[in-house]
């Protein structure tokens, strides 16, 4: 029964996630949009901390070398979700929104010892925006509006092993496929009014290996120090194009009617990410990580703004009592994050930065149990109101499912 409630749902996370639009930021509206920010298991209340962290019952998607630590008839699955309240400010105006989506679905078991597998679904980036833009008509003192709206964003799907290649040491390679299309519609008032609707899909494959080595192993005291590396890719680019003309007195006259075009291929770049988590007296966790990502090699103009080199520190750290593994209490997580990222996007000479401070806790489903009800809550700042800029002061609230299971266990026959 468990397992049949587990596809269903699964099935429904999918369907969702693929037609999913889950944000509304003006900073979406530039490049891919914005970046997802996911983490499995409990890293969200870490502060999306996890490169060297490797627990035998959690998904990692940040380091696929952790696989290598999985256990042996085991299966692990787990499923989340999260919803965003924000604040967007200018120095004029304030406006408040709120949405919600699914963040991931993902599983991992075990191929043979020391080696293991993952699979996962989750969206890449997010598009959600609806400006107004006031242009002046060349010759006059008059102006014309051009409202721009956008939804949509990439999806990943993602296929990872980790193997253990010495006796503290694991390395994992991760293949991601991502798809998925940004639809912006541009509408013109003057005299008239014209539609401009751009379908823009975007598709390719990106690789990152990893790997993991624990340096000191003692019974109170343990370090481990992983690395990452995400090579540079290109996304390969279609575009169908519709647009019409609605006259002042009604008459509706197409423009262009599922024109098709080739679009720039957007670059991925190169990065590198080092992370290093110490375990005291199995009750205290520490992670502390640091990525960067080359944004200035990959050439990228979006009309006045520019791609800068992005660098991303975070460190979490969680504590459980452990006194006494059969109480329910002794068994819960508690947890604490920082993150802060210098954002790759630059605007009016100034870099759109990020950070958010995160709590969680992870609660044991029930007594003598590796399976996990985790939940986080984090507060941060986005962007600035510096030079005319928007500025977002955004809530989160994330919520994640984290199962271990045995399926396979071969059955004994009498």
Do not use: C
Not at 286 to 302: G, I, K, M, S, V
Not at 304 to 310: I, K
Not at 328 to 335: G, H, L, P, Q, T
């Amino acid at each position: 029964m468990k397992k049949k409630l587990v596809v269903i749902v699964s099935l429904v996370f999918i369907n969702t996630l693929l037609s999913q639009t889950n944000t509304n930021t003006p900073y979406s509206l530039f490049g891919l949009g914005v970046e997802n920010k996911t983490a499995t298991g409990g890293l969200t209340g870490l502060g999306n901390t996890g490169i060297a962290k490797s627990n035998p019952f959690e998904i990692n998607i940040y380091n696929p070398a952790s696989l290598g630590n999985i256990l042996q008839k085991s299966f692990l699955y787990e499923f989340g979700l999260n919803g965003t309240y924000s604040t967007l400010q200018s120095n004029s105006k304030q406006e408040t929104i709120s949405n919600g989506n699914i963040s991931h679905i993902a599983i991992a078991f075990p191929i043979k010892k020391d080696w293991g597998m993952s699979i996962g679904l989750l969206p890449y980036t997010k598009t959600g925006y609806n400006i107004d833009l006031e242009n002046a008509i060349e010759g006059t003192t008059e102006t014309y509006i051009t409202r721009v709206t956008g939804e949509g964003g990439l999806n990943k799907f993602y296929l990872s092993t980790g193997f253990k290649a010495f006796k503290n040491v694991t390395f994992g390679i991760d293949v991601s496929f991502l798809f998925g299309s940004i639809n912006q519609e541009k509408q013109v008032y003057t005299d008239s009014y014209v539609s401009i609707m751009d379908k823009n899909h975007y598709s390719g494959a990106k690789l990152k290996v990893g790997f993991q080595y624990k340096i000191i192993d003692t019974e109170k005291f343990e370090t481990t120090i992983g690395g990452l590396l995400d090579l540079p890719t290109s996304l390969g680019g279609t575009q169908t194009r519709s647009s019409n003309k609605t006259t002042s007195s009604g008459n509706s006259i197409y423009i262009e009617e599922e024109v098709e075009n080739e679009l720039n291929n957007f670059e991925l770049p190169f990065s590198y990410g080092v992370g290093i988590t110490s375990v005291i007296n199995k009750k205290i966790t520490t992670n502390l990580d640091f990525r960067q990502l080359l944004w200035n090699n990959t050439n990228q103009n979006q009309n006045n703004e520019t791609y800068a080199n992005q660098s991303i520190y975070a460190f979490g750290i969680e504590y459980m009592s452990a006194k006494d593994k059969f109480k329910y209490a002794s068994n819960i997580k508690y947890r604490f994050g920082l993150n802060y990222n210098t954002g790759f996007l630059k605007i009016s000479n100034k870099q759109i930065d990020s950070h958010f401070v995160s709590f969680g806790l992870g609660l044991p489903m029930r007594k003598y149990s590796n399976d996990y009800f985790n939940i986080s809550y984090s507060y941060g700042k986005e962007g600035t109101l510096e030079n005319r800029l928007i500025q977002e002061n955004f809530h989160k609230l994330t919520l994640n499912l984290n199962f271990v299971g045995k399926w396979f266990n071969k059955k004994k026959i009498d």
